[in-house]
């Protein structure tokens, strides 16, 4: 079993910052392929970013790319995502996730561990 729990979320004013943290536990977690997703208010989980089991890999979101980063820090066992320059549309539930098979996807199919969401409120 991967536990997996986030952190971090809060509300904040657009234009600001915010860095979401996901602490894992429970297997490997140098091997997983790690995600974020997010889910707004009457809308489908939506893929965010993605990290490879090394690190060196990463994928985002067109919604997202160059304002989120998303980064693991392995001696922690712990994934983190760096939102900068928030917008109000910005404002979900943020989803952690694993594929302990190790591969990468933008899918949410793929991933088959989640986290219990942390949510982020960006005012106007």
């Known amino acids: 079993q991967v536990q997996l729990v986030e952190s971090g979320g809060g509300l904040v004013q657009a234009g600001g910052s915010l860095r979401l943290s996901c602490a894992a536990s429970g297997r490997t977690f140098s091997r997983y392929t790690m995600g974020w997703f997010r889910q707004a208010p009457g809308k489908e989980r939506e893929f965010v970013a993605t990290i490879n089991w090394s690190g060196r890999s990463t994928y985002y979101a067109d919604s997202v790319k160059g304002r989120f980063a998303i980064s693991r820090e392995y001696a922690k066992d712990t994934m983190y995502l760096q939102m900068n320059s928030l917008k109000p549309e910005d404002t979900a539930v943020y989803y952690c996730?694993?594929?302990?098979?190790?591969?990468?996807?933008?899918?949410?199919?793929?991933?088959?561990?989640w986290g219990q969401g942390t949510q982020v409120t960006v005012s106007s």
């Open positions: 996730a694993a594929d302990t098979a190790g591969r990468s996807s933008s899918s949410s199919d793929y991933y088959n561990y």
